[in-house]
């Protein structure tokens, strides 16, 4: 069974379908069935800043660090030179990017008291 994301109450759902499989779908399920599956994901929005901080940084890194998976893959590159690859990655930005995502994260978990 591959996970679902829901946006109404499962409830809603299993009242269409015969009661041993509503039981049964209510045991193995392991979340509230009446919170959508994955809503903790959602982050707070960007300020202003950050999006424009975001945009100028991540089209480049984005290309840089598929460019370097796709060089590892192929044997183009070596893991022994990681850290060379990790500072050019901090020079393109990452640094300002993980900045950026941790703060929305400390922003929402600040919001769930």
Request: aromatic content about 8%.
């Amino acid at each position: 069974m591959f996970p679902k994301r829901r946006f109404v109450p499962m409830e809603n759902e299993i009242s269409v379908v015969p009661e041993n499989k509503a039981e049964f779908q209510k045991e193995i399920i392991s979340y509230s069935p009446t919170v959508p599956l994955g809503n903790e994901n959602y982050l707070p929005v960007m300020t202003s800043e950050q999006v424009e901080t975001r945009l100028g940084i991540i089209t480049d890194l984005k290309t840089r660090s598929e460019e370097l998976a796709t060089q590892l893959i192929l044997g183009q590159a070596s893991l022994d030179n990681w850290d060379t690859y990790i500072e050019e990655l901090k020079a393109l930005g990452l640094d300002q990017l993980i900045e950026i995502d941790q703060s929305r994260l400390d922003r929402y978990m600040a919001s769930l008291g």
